[in-house]
Antibody, heavy 117, light 107 residues
Framework: EVQLMESGGGLVQPGGSLRLSCAAS????????MNWVRQAPGKGLEWLSY????????YYAESVKGRFTISRDNAKNSLFLQLDSLTAEDTAVYYC??????????WGQGSLVTVSS | DIQLTQSPSFLSASVGDTVTITCRAS??????LAWYQHKPRTAPKLLIY???TLQSGVPSRFSGSGSGTDFTLTIRSLQPEDFATYYC?????????FGPGTKVDFK
């Protein structure tokens, strides 16, 4: 069974940093691109970032470009998202999701990030 | 960037109804569109990809159509578990934007 589990969320002050992790199991992690998606309170889904199988290609939404960094460790079946220069607008539930080229077929349960002083 | 619009934003329906949600892209995305169902406090669920291919395990009452800029998601014989918010996502070009969502609620 495909499982994705996010961790690392929490309360952080404006301007602060956080590193989210996504532990993958039940599939060959190194064979899939991966994504991060978030949902702010009362808002819709927002795609944030994509990383290819071997980390050769990364894409970012304009809203997080230069502040967030996606990475992965295929040896540890793990996906990461480094969040820097956080603002209140970054408060959201953050999901990792597996990419099947034409959609995101498996998602974690999400990790809540709250940016507040 | 490619923008997606969805209509309606909100839809009231009853069990057994057929509902149709539309998604329009700001430029041609061929058939590179996916549809998701999202319920509160759960992970989003992929329903359809490449506009019309049903994801494994998704009931056949869900169907998708369209290409280019105009797409539809149809749910036939709405079931109680179908009340949720539905999103389209274009996977043609980064950034892989989502539509704003359509909430399907009880009439």
């Amino acid at each position: 069974e495909v499982q994705l589990m996010e961790s690392g969320g929490g309360l952080v002050q404006p301007g602060g940093s956080l590193r989210l992790s996504c532990a993958a199991s039940g599939f060959t992690f190194s064979s899939y691109g991966m994504n991060w998606v978030r949902q702010a309170p009362g808002k819709g889904l927002e795609w944030l970032s994509y990383i290819s199988l071997a980390s050769t290609t990364m894409y970012y939404a304009e809203s997080v470009k230069g502040r967030f960094t996606i990475s992965r460790d295929n040896a540890k079946n793990s996906l990461f998202l480094q969040l820097d220069s956080l603002t209140a607008e970054d408060t959201a539930v953050y999901y990792c999701a597996r990419d099947i080229d034409f959609g995101l077929d498996s998602w974690g349960q999400g990790s809540l990030v709250t940016v507040s002083s | 960037d490619i923008q997606l619009t969805q209509s309606p934003s909100f839809l009231s329906a009853s069990v057994g109804d057929t509902v149709t949600i539309t998604c329009r892209a700001s430029q041609d995305i061929s058939h590179y569109l996916a549809w998701y169902q999202h319920k509160p406090r759960t992970a989003p669920k992929l329903l359809i990809y490449v506009a019309s291919t049903l994801q494994s395990g998704v009931p056949s009452r869900f169907s998708g159509s369209g290409s280019g800029t105009d797409f539809t998601l149809t749910i036939r014989s709405l079931q109680p578990e179908d009340f949720a918010t539905y999103y389209c996502q274009q996977v043609n070009t980064s950034p892989f934007t989502f539509g704003p969502g359509t909430k399907v609620d009880f009439k």
